[in-house]
């Protein structure tokens, strides 16, 4: 289904480390911004932000390496490696220390590449993503971290798999050409591969909680006070640990940005327009 011409995002794709990387991107404007698409989402999930973060940043949206409908490989799908193909993504788009936006799965990202690349980043908005050391997830997320392979979820109806998680979409109506994206993005074997990246936090988590306390970055935490599938103590669990940031808590469930988009903006544009500046001298 082709995405209407109404949408304020218009999608390109571009090779970045041999993959084939959709992006979209607005018009030059002072400052520059990365945002990372959720899962099981794409880089659509930004349409309700995407006008009013314009008219502050320079930006530039792409779905991740397996996500949305960039090409993935499976060497890439842990928070440690998706940092660093990130890092390959800010330098191919030339951008000079952007802010970075990553709910969900974007929250390990971003993280990974302020610890081992200092200053590369000029703040962090996140929310909403595993972090927690031990996991602190809900039990279908958990059944999918803990399963002892892939194989059960390569059988299944991705569609109906990708629907039936954004049912905790709780009050945004999702377009249709927004919801279809999102579906198509996951067909065939995509949705079983994507699985990787969450399966990958026994491991990688705790390697990450021992970075936290040395990444001076200065993180914007925005978490839905009722998450049920990533629960909101990752938010508190990060709060306590970073040494650097703001932590919001607001009326929402997981997809706090699609539910709560408004709050979301407010808060980005005023992280952008001087909070963490202000706060931590960055």
């Known amino acids: 289904m082709a995405i209407k011409s109404a949408s304020p995002i218009k999608t390109q794709t571009r090779k970045i480390d041999g993959l084939s990387i959709r992006y979209a991107e607005s018009a030059p404007r002072g400052v520059s911004a990365i945002l990372l698409s959720p899962w099981p989402e794409s880089l659509y999930t930004f349409e309700q932000m995407w ?13 991740l390496p397996g996500f949305g409908h960039s090409e993935g490989r499976t060497d890439l799908f842990t928070p440690s490696a998706m940092g660093e193909f990130v890092v390959q993504v800010i330098n191919s788009f030339g951008l000079t220390r952007p802010h970075a936006v990553g709910p969900d799965i974007g929250t390990g990202t971003l993280l990974s590449v302020a610890a081992k ?10 929310g909403n993503g595993t972090a927690a050391v031990p996991i602190q997830i809900g039990s279908v997320l958990k059944d999918v971290v803990f399963a002892p392979s892939l194989d059960p979820f390569r059988n299944i109806d991705t569609r109906q798999a990708v629907n039936s998680v954004l049912q905790f979409v709780e009050r945004y109506r999702l377009p249709d050409h927004v919801r279809e994206d999102f579906l198509s993005s996951y067909e065939g074997d995509r949705f079983a591969e994507s699985l990787r990246f969450v399966r990958s936090y026994p491991t990688e988590l705790p390697i990450l909680a021992k970075l936290l306390p040395t990444i001076q970055t200065p993180v914007q935490i925005i978490t839905g006070d009722h998450d049920i599938g990533v629960l909101p103590v990752n938010g508190d669990y990060l709060h306590e640990r970073l040494p650097h940031n703001k932590f919001d808590k607001i009326d929402a ?16 544009i005023a992280w952008w327009e001087g909070g963490a500046e202000q706060l931590y001298g960055s």
Do not use: Q, Y
């Open 51 to 63: 006008s009013r973060l314009a008219e502050h940043a320079h930006l530039v949206a792409i779905d």
């Open 117 to 126: 690349h200092p200053g590369l980043l000029r703040g962090i908005v996140l």
């Open 253 to 268: 469930g997981h997809f706090a940005w699609a539910d709560a988009a408004d709050k979301w903006v407010e808060l980005i």
